[in-house]
């Protein structure tokens, strides 16, 4: 099994900054694909932001030139940088990874989930 475990969530005021992060450990090859899903109440969830192991990189249109993602491959780890927050973003925001296990069965698996709060 493959886990994921976020943090750097908090409350912030608007147009501050916070940086999530999300480790993925256990039966690990590789790891294709990391993305950041959100959910606000009463909402869907939604990429926020996506990272390739190549580092090709994919925004959702209202987080582009705000937040940044970033990976270290080598320690499995996955960021999003987040500036100019505004009472929109707030939601909670989930680690997502599919890859590879040592078997060289595809996974998919998915953080709890940390809560960023952006008061206005």
């Known amino acids: 099994q493959v886990q994921l475990v976020e943090s750097g969530g908090g409350l912030v005021q608007a147009g501050g900054s916070l940086r999530l992060s999300c480790e993925a450990s256990?039966?690990?090859?590789?790891?294709?694909?990391m993305r950041w899903f959100r959910q606000a109440p009463g909402k869907q969830r939604e990429l926020v932001a996506a990272i390739t192991s190549g580092g090709d990189l994919n925004y959702a249109d209202s987080v582009k030139g705000r937040f940044t993602i970033s990976r270290d491959n080598a320690k499995n780890t996955v960021l999003l940088q987040m500036e100019s927050l505004e009472p929109e973003d707030t939601a909670v925001y989930h680690c997502n990874a599919i890859g590879t296990n040592v078997a060289r069965a595809w996974f998919e698996s998915w953080g709890q989930g940390t809560q960023v709060t952006v008061s206005s």
């Open positions: 256990g039966n690990i090859f590789s790891i294709n694909l």
